[in-house]
């Protein structure tokens, strides 16, 4: 059967179309709702077959079998509640939503519904990710103990800065608009989630930009360039800039690892670096796409080179191939359900994590505890993959 995929936000991750009508896939971009006009004029550009809808009850009264949510951050949980109440399956981008207060909302709208729910935290099925997760599977370094991870942000400017992701009642800030995905795949690699955490972190250089003006009918393709460099030299930041460009939080997680992130959005390099330290050894990458290594350790000594070198693997597509394999996932998740990669729960997880470290920065640094899911809704979750 052919499915028909609606879209909710024709914006920055409104390429994601193209891997849902990859050959092998059978499925199509049915409809798409997007209230505005320079949206509208792209879907019917690149989607001519595509319904165009004139509301969110439009699009998901129209006949769609799944309908993807690629809306603004803050958008996330109103929308996917309405289409989870509406019976539609639902592919909601990361993050799940910008509170963990809203996160748990949609989660306790999946489970009182039974409408299938899955959330776009490609980076699990990211190559450099995956690789790092089948090397502590396979015992090499021993029981996870420690994760750090080092996010250089090299075009955090154009990012992040010029639109809505720097206006904190939009995204609550970067360590959880930016920091959901790795925060996910700390998690994922220890499996567990943060019980406690700590932030700091500040706005350190774009504050002080002056030069601002609203983006609203732009899109990032027509202002993002590596010759916007250096960061002081930045132009037409969004009007209202109130988030952290530099920030960083410990974490507790519960069963006991300890893990750290630290994200800065003005470095000339754009990559992320993970380690991940064992009671028998530790791995770490160098680059995270193709062409990098990731390295293991497992012979003590003074500084000595890793016992294996092993290259990521080479992908085709968005993201590392992260992209095709998601959007694969969820339509086979969509036809029979099952186990997923992804996991709602943990997408909540992640958002918690993120807002409570925000939190913690905004204020003294205080810990904050982050209370796990309800029963009723992990076993419902468990349940149905």
């Not at 914006?11 to 896939?25: C, D, F, K, Q, T």
Request: net charge negative.
């Amino acid at each position: 059967m052919t499915l028909r995929i609606g879209i909710v936000g024709f914006g920055a991750r409104s390429a994601l179309w193209r891997e849902v009508v990859h050959p092998g896939n059978d499925a199509v971009i049915a409809a798409v709702w997007d209230p505005a006009e320079r949206a509208q004029r792209s879907v019917a550009e690149e989607l001519p077959d595509a319904t165009i809808a004139t509301s969110l009850d439009d699009l998901l009264a129209s006949g769609i079998d799944a309908v993807m949510v690629l809306s603004p951050d803050f958008t996330h949980a109103e929308v996917a509640i309405a289409a989870l109440r509406a019976g539609v399956p639902v592919f909601c981008e990361k993050p799940l939503a910008i509170t963990a207060e809203d996160a748990d909302r949609v989660l306790e709208t999946a489970r009182e519904t039974g409408t299938r729910l899955y959330v776009g935290h490609n980076m699990r099925h990211l190559p450099v990710v995956r690789l790092m997760r089948d090397i502590i599977r396979s015992g090499r370094i021993g029981e996870v103990k420690a994760i750090w991870c080092r996010h250089f942000v090299g075009n955090g400017g154009d990012f992040y800065f010029k639109d809505w992701h720097a206006d904190r009642t939009k995204s609550t800030g970067l360590l959880l608009q930016k920091g959901a995905h790795d925060l996910d795949v700390i998690h994922w690699l220890a499996d567990s989630r943060s019980e406690t955490v700590v932030g700091m972190g500040g706005l350190t250089v774009y504050g002080d930009i002056t030069d601002r003006r609203d983006r609203s009918e732009e899109r990032m393709g027509e202002w993002i360039s590596h010759e916007n460099w250096p960061p002081k030299s930045l132009t037409g930041l969004n009007p209202v800039v109130d988030v952290e460009d530099v920030s960083m939080m410990l974490m507790q997680l519960e069963n006991g690892v300890y893990a750290s992130y630290q994200q800065c959005h003005y470095t000339p390099d754009y990559w992320r670096n993970y380690t991940v330290i064992g009671t028998e050894g530790r791995i770490e990458n160098f680059g995270d796409g193709e062409g990098g290594v990731v390295k293991v350790w497992t012979t003590r000594g003074d500084y000595v080179e890793a016992d294996e070198i092993i290259p990521i693997p080479p992908a085709e597509g968005g993201h590392g191939g992260a992209d095709s394999a998601l959007v694969a996932e969820f339509l086979r998740f969509v036809r029979e359900g099952g186990a997923t990669e992804t996991s709602p729960v943990a997408a909540r997880d992640a958002v918690a994590a993120g807002e409570a470290a925000t939190i913690s920065l905004r204020t003294d640094g205080r810990s904050i505890s982050i209370p796990a899911v309800s029963p009723d809704i992990q076993q419902y979750f468990e349940l149905q993959s």
